[in-house]
């Protein structure tokens, strides 16, 4: 295991923002300086306003974890990777259009933290259910009892 003093200090290299837009009350929490790592910047968008500090949060934790992954070179996470924060905290990296007034902040390559593999939960847990259908040879099924829905949690990293 890694002690907490040899991790990689990402915040020593990169910025976090969050900009909230008063009419959605939402928020659009994003990094800065990703690229000088050799890897996109990252955001989140849509964040309620009370989950701003936990998004920052979530943020950082993955930003260190993909420069860690692509300076050692053990597992390069990639734009459509799916990964998993905690158990019920499941996300798929993807890019999104630049958004209309802020294009500036999309001169580098930016993905964003999208919620899509959560929005096929299985109701009684908290494992991601097969977009694919019951037949994916690549899915487990959910071990929650009285749920049939079949679970693509093998795909996680």
């Known amino acids: 295991m890694t002690n907490k003093e040899d991790r990689f200090n990402i915040q020593k290299h990169i910025e976090l923002h969050a900009v909230t837009n008063g009419a959605d009350q939402t928020g659009w929490i994003h990094t800065h300086g990703m690229h000088k790592l050799g890897c996109p910047d990252l955001e989140i968008r849509g964040v309620p306003l009370f989950l701003v500090s936990e998004a920052a949060s979530l943020l950082n934790h993955v930003a260190r974890y993909i420069v860690e992954q692509s300076r050692s070179g053990d597992h390069v996470v990639q734009l459509g990777h799916v990964m998993s924060a905690s158990p019920s905290s499941i996300f798929r990296f993807v890019k999104l259009d630049p958004i209309q007034g802020d294009e500036e902040h999309f001169q580098h390559e930016r993905w964003a ?33 009285g749920c049939d829905e079949p679970d693509c949690g093998s795909e996680l990293n």
């Open 113 to 145: 933290l999208s919620d899509e593999p959560m929005r096929n939960m299985c109701d009684d847990c908290v494992e991601a259910a097969c977009s694919c259908g019951s037949d994916c040879d690549n899915c487990d099924g959910c071990d929650e009892p």
